[in-house]
């Protein structure tokens, strides 16, 4: 079992920063790869960006590259997300995952078996 916590979100004008943190506990030495997506309201679940666990290899969707980053914190079992450049547009809950299997497809989101309870960011115009 795999228990995630996520923090940082809220309130934040557009073009500011923000970051966002995963903090896993249990059996984390099972963790493969975690990942965030975020959720905007009436729209499905999406993929923001992954990173596996023990090499750090990381995979961001598209259109995000570049103003979003993704790294982690093995000593801490820690993920984070650090949000730069933020848009209204990028208003929504974004929730972390993490995939105790060796999986290929890092943005599905059926590869992922935990989740955390998720965060909201807000991005004011």
């Known amino acids: 079992q795999v228990t995630l916590a996520e923090s940082g979100g809220g309130l934040v004008q557009a073009g500011g920063s923000l970051r966002l943190s995963c903090a896993a506990s249990?059996?984390?030495?099972?963790?493969?790869?975690m990942g965030w997506f975020r959720q905007a309201p009436g729209k499905e679940r999406e993929f923001v960006a992954a990173?596996?666990?023990?090499?750090?290899?990381?995979l961001y969707t598209h259109s995000l590259k570049g103003r979003f980053t993704i790294s982690r914190d093995i000593a801490k079992n820690t993920a984070y997300l650090q949000m730069n450049s933020l848009k209204p547009e990028d208003t929504a809950v974004f929730y972390c995952?993490?995939?105790?299997?060796?999986?290929?497809?890092?943005?599905?989101?059926?590869?992922?078996?935990?989740w955390g309870q998720g965060t909201q960011v807000t991005v004011s115009s």
């Open positions: 249990g059996r984390t030495f099972s963790t493969y790869a």
């Open positions: 995952a993490a995939g105790t299997h060796r999986f290929n497809y890092l943005h599905d989101l059926r590869e992922y078996n935990y």
């Open positions: 990173i596996t666990w023990n090499e750090g290899n990381t």
